[in-house]
């Protein structure tokens, strides 16, 4: 597992909306336009500041998404849940383990993912080998 740090600094810079913004408002101040091309162009403002701030932010959210799976793999070699559970079992306790430490950062979801996987392990080496699952609590 690597530092818990690298899965959450990307090295893609994060764009400034309002950095943005002012650059679009400084472009429509310096085009010589009609009163009613810049109200037109003065609304449009959010909308093309926003676009532009999605394209800029992608190369961040792409690394950012990269390093999420990697911090996931990662996770599953050195606990090794996969090894006991189904891609399906995998999902939810992994799911879980976020749910109770995304607050606090990779470290406490990693964690808590330790705890969790402990935890199922165990359960499944002491369950019944002819272990009926009541309808009731079947999702299927």
């Known amino acids: 597992m690597k530092n818990f740090d690298y899965y959450s600094k990307p090295h ?8 943005i913004k002012a650059k679009l408002r400084g472009l429509i101040n310096e085009t010589p336009m009609t009163a009613d091309q810049r109200d037109v162009a003065m609304g449009n403002l ?5 676009e532009e701030f999605n394209k800029q932010a992608m190369p961040y959210n792409v ?3 990269k ?5 996931w793999d990662d996770a599953r070699e050195d606990i090794g849940y996969d090894e006991f559970l189904t891609d399906k079992g995998v999902l939810m306790i992994q799911s879980e383990a976020y749910d109770r430490g995304h607050s606090r ?4 979801v990693f964690g ?20 009926v699952i009541p309808k009731r609590w079947s999702t299927v």
């Open 112 to 131: 808590e993912l330790s705890k969790l996987a402990y935890f199922a392990e165990n359960i499944i080496k002491e369950s019944k080998k002819s272990l």
């Open 46 to 50: 959010c909308d093309e500041g926003r």
């Open 12 to 19: 893609a810079t994060y764009p400034n909306l309002r950095d």
């Open 63 to 65: 690394e950012l998404a």
């Open 105 to 108: 950062g990779f470290s406490c």
């Open 67 to 71: 390093l999420d799976a990697e911090f």
